[in-house]
């Protein structure tokens, strides 16, 4: 975020204009929301600290001289702020409820910039670290990703680049620490297990002492099977997380108000704004103007409006008629021509089956075009489920992705699968693609690897009779239903994506030529007798993973 950028838009503020004052804090709110939450690491009192750097540098403005020198002076006032709020903060008994605070905001990092593989495991180390070193994090994140300068770094901190770039060091050696701990406790080694029996979740300097004197003396735990990135290489690109929906800021200055965010009630805890922000749409509605989560851009809309839908512009193919030709996985790719067709099964049984995986050139049949008014997801555009329980609700009439992220490098064994609850309508599975199956061949050089593990580190393993999943799964959606991740014996997991049928066509349509193991498959046969998810139900159990196998609707 470049100042010079801001200058018209500073000098404006200062001048007294209320809608450029009303920009600015919009547009430097995330930055200040990210510095912020990184050093506190997601506590109650983000909102309060970002409240009052926010009103200091409003209230402050007119006594900036160089607009230029904007971001440096915001951020200083942010850190001051910070430190301030350490000053004052009293020694509180630990609970359980400080436990969960301290993993919010990377959580939050994790799943709202869906980060994978080595990212996530940065932002989840970032628990582990002190106070002082998440503050100092929290400004070199924004460094690395190059929305800060190593001068203005050293300027908040209020110490010399030369003793900024020691403090940095150190800091990285800490966190390089607490990533090797996030690894370890991914791990499956029984004597680290025994360690951690009387571990209760929340990560402190004590136990990061303890696991890393561990770490260091263990083989297991010790040894890495990939290549460990630095962490500056993964933090490039990922700096802003968005607002929450549900984050309040309403700065009231004598005559000069800038507002954003919807109308939350102040008492509503840190936690409840993050499950705010993962569970809602992208747009909060409030009585006036409303910041989507990021600062992005302001509408209007009335506080009692329905959530918007997802809306996918119509086309000449938007009224469904069934095709006159059947399209099953055994099928020839040419449809064959029937002038009676017949239902052999009716919707609501299960027809999914173990198939085997089609020719890699043979290129896919018709893919037939269902009405699509748009999805809305609870997770928005691209939810990302990593852990047993986690869910998401879709409603409305169209296609959904479901993307296969298995993770047998951390832990292999029998899958759980992930099931369709709570189902109102219709859900059928019309098409795989992603350019390969999950039990495809993934290296040249170890010819037992598939997307289910190799032998050095073990396999995800289906259980009897489960249609083997492609890396891209989609579904097509008329009414509402739950999708829930069961992880128990093997870790993986699912992104999913409101998605169309263009989309859908363009990517089981890129066949090998494109760099694809293969072309993609439909499964839709354009009548009721596509295929249903193997896991799926109308009830709503209090355990999703005890769905039957082959479900009956």
Known sequence: MDTRQWRDTIAAAQDGDRRALDELVAGWLPLVYNIVGRALNGHADVDDVVQETMLRAVDNLGSLRDPDSFRSWLVAIAMRQIRDRARRRTPAPLDESAAREAADFAELTVLRLQLEGQRREVAEA?????????????????????????????????????????????????????????????????????????????????????????????????????????????????ALVPVPVGFTLSLALGGK????????????????????????PVVAATAGATIVAGGAYVVTQTPDAPAPRVAVSPTAASTYRAPSARNTPSSSPSPSPSATPTKTVLYGSVVDAVDRAPDPDTRPGALPHRPETGVTSTGGAHAVMNHRGDSVTLTGEGYVLVRWQLSPQYRAGSLVMPAWTGLKGELF???????????????????????????????????????????????????????TVNERGADYGLSVFPSTWDAVKKDITTGPAQGAKRYGLVRDTGRDDTPVPQYVTRSTPADPATVAQESRL
């Open 429 to 483: 599975h019309v098409a795989s693609g992603g350019g390969r199956r999950m039990d495809d061949p993934v290296s040249a050089t170890d010819t037992a690897a598939t997307g289910m593990g190799n032998s050095t580190v073990g396999y995800a393993v289906l259980p009897a009779g489960t249609q083997q999943m492609w890396q891209n799964e989609y579904f097509y959606l008329d009414g509402s239903v739950t999708l």
């Open 257 to 280: 108000t800038a507002a954003a965010a919807t109308a939350t009630v102040a008492s509503v805890s840190w936690s409840a704004k993050v499950l705010s922000a993962l569970t809602q």
């Open 126 to 238: 970032v628990r582990w670290l002190d106070d002082e070193d998440r503050q100092l994090l929290s400004l070199w994140w924004l460094e690395v990703a190059g929305e800060l300068t190593r001068r203005e770094l050293a300027a908040a901190v209020g110490i010399s680049r030369q003793h900024a770039a020691v403090r940095v060091q150190r800091m990285k050696e800490r966190l390089e620490t607490s990533r090797g701990i996030v690894r370890a406790l991914d791990g499956a080694c029984p004597d680290l297990r025994e360690l951690t029996a009387r571990f209760n979740g929340r990560p402190d300097s004590v136990w990061r002492k303890r696991l890393a004197r561990h770490i260091r003396r263990c083989g297991y735990c010790g040894d890495t099977r990939e290549a460990v990135v630095p962490a500056e290489r993964l933090l490039v690109g990922i």
